[in-house]
Nanobody
Framework: QVQLVESGGGLVQAGESLRLSCAAS????????MGWYRQAPGEPRELVAT???????NYADSVKGRFTISGDNARKSVYLRMNNLKPEDTAVYYC??????????WGKGTLVTVSS
């Protein structure tokens, strides 16, 4: 089993920055992709950014140029640097770990609130 724990959420004003962190524990050797999804109230969960162990990244169009995903393969940690935050970025941010065979593991989420 894999456990994921997020940290770094909070309340910021529009234009400010935050850095989210996610640490994996357990059978971390299974994880091939890590990333971030988010869910705003009343909305479905959506992709923010992902990164493979090979370093390939994928970003949602809405965050390109503002958010940067990075990671530590050895420790199976992933980070999300969020710059120029907007009120529409307000959501619960979830850390994802995905195995080579598609098994997904999720953290409990961390709340990011951006005030205008």
């Amino acid at each position: 089993q894999v456990q994921l724990v997020e940290s770094g959420g909070g309340l910021v004003q529009a234009g400010e920055s935050l850095r989210l962190s996610c640490a994996a524990s357990g059978n971390i050797f299974r994880i091939q992709t890590m990333g971030w999804y988010r869910q705003a109230p009343g909305e479905p969960r959506e992709l923010v950014a992902t990164m493979t162990v090979g370093g390939a990244t994928n970003y949602a169009d809405s965050v390109k140029g503002r958010f940067t995903i990075s990671g530590d393969n050895a420790r199976k940690s992933v980070y999300l640097r969020m710059n120029n935050l907007k009120p529409e970025d307000t959501a619960v941010y979830y850390c994802l770990g995905r195995s080579l065979f598609g098994m997904e593991y999720w953290g409990k989420g961390t709340l990011v609130t951006v005030s205008s």
